[in-house]
């Protein structure tokens, strides 16, 4: 599978599965598995693993491509997506004496969902900094957390969970693990009833004394805050940003509608026609998407051509998405008027979920931290 093949796929489970059931599944918080069994068949859930475990070994372009396609749609299953291909390239990159590599094929042959659980609540926004820690019991670990904001809670077949290692001395001393869906003492801790997203079961999990055998421990004590950093990082601002793009997408697209349907009847006009206040904000609208979608681009590059400001754009790049898609969304209300509020349109469920983007970890204020230390040359951490 190639580049456009696998945007015409997203593209089509977006029109033949999202789209029609977005509302109803926000409406009753439903995830949908239909999503997920038509991700698998497509080949998709295996997009950016390597050829030799069955993967399309397709890069960040094309994730990013495909992210905002299906965002358009339901960005809810968009993050699922994404923290599914977050999840897969941890795993892809684990030590060579982890024994993953059947969990990596299922992945590719669309048989298997895994996401990402690393967020707790001691911790908050700081995902990179459990408070929980592994316990060494012999030749295994035991892991004992209470893990936040786990998307498709209760319906991926495997978490890849983060621990304070068993020695470690500091708050970055982490260890990431691979926690298959039936081991003894993880559970989802209560239901899913958010804002926005409302139907990616974005839920608390709760791991108590989960024990972990050696194959599945992912990286070396300690050095699990390296590949947050380096491997899951990266791709969660890109995907990230493309959900925003594709909330952005579809929020133009249906006020541009609307400026073309409704009418005043007295006139003789559409909205669009009769008022350019609206036209004017529609403009600022497609000007921001575009400057957004233009960032994603920049940012793609530099990941494919990694250079020193690399880190930089990773980290402007998602605090600007979640700026852009809030200020587009909004804008969309106020130009839909009554029919957004009234959630006869879409509209409503798009600014929902844009602000989703502003609270996912980092958020806006951490990641402008970062930026203003990396600015200064102050260390990050």
């Known amino acids: 599978m190639d580049h456009d093949a696998a945007v015409s796929n997203a593209k089509g489970i977006a029109d033949r599965i999202l789209?029609?059931?977005?509302?109803?599944?926000?409406?009753?918080?439903?995830?949908?598995s239909e999503a997920i069994a038509a991700l698998g068949q497509s080949g998709l859930l295996g997009i950016m693993l390597p050829s030799?475990?069955?993967g399309s070994a397709l890069g960040p372009r094309t994730l990013a491509a495909v992210i905002a396609t299906l965002a358009e749609a339901d960005a809810s299953a968009a993050m699922v997506y994404l923290m599914h291909v977050s999840a897969t390239v941890t795993i892809a990159a684990a030590r060579p004496c982890?024994?993953?590599?059947?969990?990596?094929?299922?992945?590719?042959?669309?048989?298997?969902?895994?996401?990402?659980?690393?967020?707790e609540a001691g911790s908050r926004s700081h995902f990179w900094a459990p408070v929980s820690r592994a316990k060494r019991n012999a030749a295994n670990v035991h892991l004992t957390a209470k893990k936040s904001w786990v998307t498709s809670a209760g319906y991926a077949q495997s978490y890849v969970?983060?621990?304070?290692?068993?020695?470690?001395?500091?708050?970055?001393?982490?260890?990431?693990?691979?926690?298959?869906?039936?081991?003894?003492?993880?559970?989802?801790?209560?239901?899913?009833?958010?804002?926005?997203?409302?139907?990616?079961?974005?839920?608390?999990?709760?791991?108590?004394?989960?024990?972990?055998?050696?194959?599945?421990?992912?990286?070396?004590?300690?050095?699990?805050?390296?590949a947050m950093l380096e491997v899951?990082?990266?791709?969660?601002?890109?995907?990230?940003?493309?959900?925003?793009?594709g909330l952005c997408r579809a929020a133009v697209a249906g006020t541009a509608a609307h400026l073309n349907g409704a009418r005043f009847e007295h006139l003789g006009q559409?909205?669009?026609?009769?008022?350019?206040?609206?036209?004017?904000?529609?403009?600022?609208?497609?000007?921001d998407t575009d400057g957004l979608a233009a960032r994603i681009d920049d940012l793609v590059d530099h990941l494919e051509r990694p250079r020193e400001t690399t880190m930089l754009r990773v980290l402007e790049c998602k605090a600007a998405?979640?700026?852009?898609?809030?200020?587009?969304?909004?804008?969309?209300?106020?130009?839909?008027g009554g029919a957004a509020f009234s959630k006869h349109l879409a509209i409503e469920r798009l600014f929902r979920d844009a602000h989703a983007g502003a609270v996912m970890a980092p958020t806006g204020d951490v990641l402008r931290d970062f930026i203003g230390k990396a600015i200064l040359g102050i260390p990050l951490f």
């Not at 899951?232 to 793009?245: D, E, K, M, R, W």
């Not at 998405?321 to 106020?334: K, L, N, Y």
């Open 19 to 32: 789209a029609p059931a977005a509302r109803q599944n926000d409406k009753e918080a439903r995830f949908s």
């Open 98 to 119: 982890a024994t993953v590599a059947q969990t990596l094929k299922d992945i590719s042959t669309g048989k298997h969902l895994t996401t990402l659980a690393f967020s």
């Open 232 to 245: 899951v990082l990266p791709l969660f601002s890109l995907g990230t940003s493309a959900v925003a793009l």
């Open 161 to 226: 969970v983060s621990a304070l290692a068993p020695e470690g001395k500091g708050p970055t001393d982490t260890t990431l693990y691979l926690v298959a869906s039936g081991t003894p003492g993880l559970s989802v801790a209560g239901p899913w009833d958010g804002l926005g997203m409302r139907a990616n079961a974005s839920a608390p999990m709760i791991l108590e004394d989960c024990e972990v055998a050696p194959g599945l421990q992912l990286t070396d004590d300690g050095v699990g805050f390296k």
């Open 270 to 287: 559409t909205l669009g026609e009769s008022l350019p206040t609206l036209r004017a904000q529609l403009a600022s609208m497609q000007i």
């Open 321 to 336: 998405a979640g700026d852009v898609a809030i200020a587009v969304t909004s804008a969309a209300m106020r130009v839909c």
């Open 52 to 54: 030799a475990v069955g």
